[in-house]
């Protein structure tokens, strides 16, 4: 018990000095300013409320609540394409969209490029996934794959493993085959999930190999020179500034965006990663992070003490093959603080305004 108090508080510590650190870079006051009211939101009892409703509507949608969110999805991915120049308005154009129900990227693509095709996988309705909703006119130009992106075997193909006792499917053949010129790494974790045999996730670490599932099939699927949309958190927090790392070591050019349509007041963002693996040099370090991100995912899904998963170790040494947490903090703050800084001002100033709103602040 005293090892994991002395982890913990190790874990806060470094934390802590990861903030400390980009407070300190140019752009870093609106991190300083986010943190103290993120601080005051924390203390606010009155917003328990507010959140708890926001969980229930969530976890459990009815068709008009994911009707809503569909359209919204049209709007947050125009914000992306308006602010990064994502999709062509012309011309032959291939997509593969992860976590693509209820199916708002891919219809706003497909509007937006009568030549282009798609691609996805989303989770199965039957484990609590999303309605697909895209629309009927475009649904020739798309490919739906409905299956659970933690389930399949994303270290060989050719040999055959089991999680849980469920076999881990193929990729399908389409995917495994193709290379896209965009690729939207957007799944997330869903509190209401369950695993293919129907059963509630052992641990939280189901989250961790979710992402970790989607860089390994992004890695392997992308275009050379292609782009690559990430949905991330808190870009201050360790296990994103890795993420951002290594986007930028294998891009010709790598910002954040954060959509104001839902994600105003929350830590999420979207990494937009132009000209992955454009040239041999970037090719060859893409592929050196896709045989480590294999590693990583057969850990994080067979070791632990039960031999049934675990976190990845974010202050251990799971990310060091990107790069080491004192690598980053002595050689990436300045540009994570510059990549970051917009992510950070938009949401204390979304806080302030709903707290103001709510009366907790004046």
Same mark, same amino acid.
């Given at each position: 018990m005293?090892?994991?108090?002395?982890?913990?508080?190790?874990d806060?510590?470094?934390h802590r000095s990861?903030?400390?650190?980009?407070?300190? $870079?140019?752009?870093?006051?609106?991190?300083?300013e986010l943190?103290?009211?993120r601080?005051?939101?924390?203390?606010?009892?009155e917003?328990?409320?507010?959140?708890?409703n926001?969980?229930?509507?969530?976890?459990?949608?009815?068709s008009?609540?994911?009707n809503?969110?569909?359209r919204k999805?049209?709007?947050?991915?125009?914000?992306l394409d308006?602010?990064?120049g994502?999709v062509?308005?012309s011309g032959?154009?291939t997509?593969?969209?992860?976590?693509?129900c209820?199916?708002?990227?891919?219809?706003?693509?497909?509007?937006c490029?009568?030549a282009?095709t798609?691609t996805?996988i989303?989770?199965?309705?039957?484990?609590t996934?999303h309605?697909?909703?895209l629309?009927e006119?475009?649904?020739?130009?798309?490919e739906?794959?409905?299956?659970?992106?933690?389930?399949?075997?994303?270290?060989n193909?050719?040999?055959?493993?089991?999680?849980?006792?469920?076999?881990?499917?193929?990729?399908?053949h389409?995917?495994?085959?193709?290379?896209?010129?965009?690729?939207?790494?957007d799944g997330?974790?869903?509190?209401?999930?369950?695993d293919?045999?129907?059963?509630?996730?052992?641990?939280?670490?189901?989250?961790?190999?979710?992402?970790?599932?989607q860089?390994i099939?992004s890695?392997q699927s992308?275009?050379?020179?292609?782009?690559?949309?990430?949905?991330l958190?808190?870009?201050?927090?360790?296990?994103?500034?890795?993420?951002?790392y290594?986007?930028?070591?294998i891009?010709?050019?790598?910002e954040l965006?954060?959509?104001?349509t839902?994600?105003?007041?929350?830590?999420t963002?979207?990494?937009?990663a132009?000209?992955?693996g454009?040239?041999?040099?970037?090719?060859?370090?893409k592929?050196e992070y896709?045989? $480590?991100?294999?590693?990583?995912?057969?850990e994080?899904?067979?070791?632990?003490?039960?031999g049934?998963?675990?976190?990845?170790?974010?202050?251990?040494?799971?990310l060091?093959?990107?790069a080491s947490?004192? $690598?980053?903090?002595?050689g990436y703050m300045?540009?994570l603080?510059?990549?970051s800084k917009?992510v950070?001002?938009?949401?204390?100033?979304?806080?302030?305004? $709903?707290?103001?709103r709510?009366?907790?602040?004046?």
């Open positions: 005293a090892e994991r108090i002395s982890s913990d508080i190790d806060k510590s470094k990861f903030a400390d650190a980009l407070i300190g $870079q140019p752009g870093g006051i609106h991190l300083k943190l103290e009211i601080e005051v939101g924390w203390k606010a009892d917003l328990d409320i507010h959140y708890a926001q969980r229930q509507l969530a976890d459990s949608p009815d008009q609540t994911e809503a969110w569909f999805m049209k709007k947050i991915f125009r914000e308006t602010h990064a994502i062509p308005t032959r154009f997509f593969l969209d992860l976590g693509f209820p199916g708002g990227f891919t219809s706003y693509i497909l509007s490029n009568a282009a798609g996805g989303s989770l199965p309705f039957n484990q996934g309605a697909y909703l629309e006119s475009l649904r020739r130009r798309f739906p794959y409905f299956g659970d992106l933690g389930f399949y075997n994303l270290l193909e050719d040999s055959t493993l089991y999680l849980r006792n469920v076999s881990l499917r193929k990729l399908p389409t995917i495994l085959n193709s290379h896209y010129d965009l690729v939207i790494l997330h974790f869903l509190r209401t999930y369950v293919p045999s129907h059963e509630a996730p052992i641990g939280r670490w189901e989250a961790n190999r979710l992402m970790i599932s860089i099939i890695l992308i275009a050379s020179g292609g782009t690559a949309v990430m949905k958190s808190r870009p201050e927090l360790h296990l994103a500034a890795a993420i951002l290594m986007l930028d070591e891009s010709t050019s790598l965006v954060k959509p104001l839902m994600h105003r007041t929350r830590g963002f979207y990494a937009v132009k000209g992955i454009a040239s041999n040099h970037l090719q060859k370090k592929e896709l045989f $480590q991100f294999r590693l990583l995912w057969y994080i899904s067979f070791g632990g003490t039960a049934e998963g675990r976190f990845i170790d974010v202050h251990g040494e799971d060091d093959f990107i947490y004192d $690598q980053l903090r002595s300045e540009r603080a510059y990549l917009d950070w001002r938009m949401q204390m100033e979304a806080l302030h305004q $709903q707290f103001r709510k009366g907790i602040i004046t």
